[in-house]
């Protein structure tokens, strides 16, 4: 998902330390940040109309190449040095020649639905932003530009780390980080990348510290078909995903916590069969497993395949026709990590939030953070300000009202990123 899932297990975060309560009264007094929090402030109407443009680009998953291009332009634009890398996200700098150490501003561009037509992305009668995928991740992106506006100009890095904005391809569903994945493991540039602080939705509540494990399988079922009288009897793939289905959800009904640790699963998608008097010759289904524990996930996976043998051996026990065959098929997974309590950056936005007056909790959910999380990296996933609600359905929403906060939020923490 691009929006954080519910919380789990929330954990209010300690009080901040008095030092860095200072340096962030003493960096708000700075005339730069100053001039930067008062762009935002008179920049708004910008910075909607820009988030409105950027959404009536349709960016699903694994077509991102249209609104990538129009970020990288708009960036080109304020200043920035942009291109767009072998995986499709761009990345700009404030000055190509600097080599690094880098701190990674970064949003994903995709969305799990696209707006058909443009006139589906409007802002309401209360100035409210309608449409698929305003809040996740429209409210990223727009943040990452409003920072880009004012940032290179009024807020100069200090010392040798530099800052590099990052939109990239492949958060949701299918596209399993495959952007982020590139920019850390593939990419010359991620040896030069120090920490990630990652834009992702609407509001200021939660600060992601901890990687959410995940994986994903397509369950297929083959058999010969038939026609639903004459053939009545044949093995039928339906059936059997369905109950396969049903064996493994009446198997983890009652779970709630192993060992401390809370795990889910979900079949999200179930296809099969052309008409109703039709033996269908094959069903597939989509499944996401998920847990705090990592190992745990691998339990669940030894079960779903547990779950479709029982279910094909009792289909093929019971069928006189032709018999069914089962596969399963990893299509995504999601490494695990988090931070200890005494990172650097949980540290800067403690200070930070106490300053704003902005109640958050630490939480654990699957983002882009996960990534670099799991590679020992300092990174933290944050909502980009304003608020949101309805994300990866039709109806979703963004209402502009709080956006400053989060900007200054963004704005602050980077700037102690690169202190």
């Not at 920035?80 to 020649?97: C, H, M, P, T, Y």
């Not at 037509?117 to 409007?122: L, P």
């Not at 299918?174 to 010359?188: D, I, Y």
Request: charged share 25%; aromatic share 6%.
């Amino acid at each position: 998902m691009g929006t954080p899932e519910a919380p789990v297990r929330d954990k209010a975060p300690r009080k901040p330390d008095p030092g860095l309560q200072r340096l962030v009264t003493e960096m708000v007094a700075s005339r730069a940040v100053k001039n930067c929090l008062a762009h935002f402030q008179r920049s708004r109407q910008w910075i909607n109309e820009k988030h409105l443009e950027l959404c009536r680009i349709p960016s699903p998953t694994f077509f991102e190449e249209q609104r990538a291009e129009w970020m990288a332009a708009e960036l080109r634009t304020l200043g920035w040095d942009a291109k767009l890398d072998r995986a499709g996200n761009v990345v700009a700098f404030e000055d190509s020649q600097r080599e690094g150490p880098f701190v990674a501003l970064t949003a994903h561009l995709d969305t799990v639905l696209a707006p058909r037509k443009s006139d589906e992305i409007h802002f309401g009668d209360r100035g409210r932003l309608f449409g698929p995928g305003v809040s996740d991740n429209g409210a990223g992106l727009s943040a990452l530009l409003a920072i880009a506006s004012c940032f290179k100009t009024e807020c100069p890095n200090r010392g040798e780390t530099s800052v590099v904005l990052v939109a990239n391809v492949g958060e949701e569903g299918e596209g399993n980080l495959s952007g982020m994945r590139f920019l850390c493991k593939q990419s010359p540039l991620g040896q030069r990348i120090r920490s990630y602080l990652i834009l992702d939705g609407p509001g200021t509540g939660h600060i992601t510290c901890r990687a959410l494990a995940s994986r994903r399988y397509e369950v297929m079922v083959q058999g010969p078909g038939g026609h639903s009288w004459s053939d009545h009897g044949t093995g039928n793939p339906v059936h059997t995903l369905s109950r396969a289905i049903h064996l493994m959800t009446e198997a983890h009904y009652e779970e709630a916590l192993v060992n401390g640790a809370r795990s889910s699963m979900n079949f999200g998608t179930v296809e099969g069969g052309v008409s109703v008097n039709s033996i269908p010759s094959s069903a597939r289904a989509k499944l996401d497993l998920r847990s705090e524990d990592p190992a745990r996930i691998d339990v669940l996976a030894r079960e779903l395949r547990s779950c479709v043998e029982h279910a094909v051996d009792i289909e093929n026990t019971r069928a006189f026709g032709g018999k069914v065959s089962a596969r399963i098929k990893e299509i995504g997974s999601r490494p695990g990590g988090g931070l200890s309590d005494d990172s650097p950056v949980l540290g800067y936005l403690r200070a930070i939030d106490n300053y704003l007056g902005v109640r958050s909790m630490l939480d654990c959910a699957s983002t882009d953070a996960n990534i670099p999380l799991s590679m020992g990296l300092e990174a933290v996933s944050i909502g980009a300000g304003g608020q949101g609600g309805g994300a990866h359905t039709p109806e979703e929403w963004f209402d502009p009202d709080g956006r400053d906060v989060g900007l200054h939020r963004v704005l602050l923490t980077l700037c102690l990123l690169l202190a």
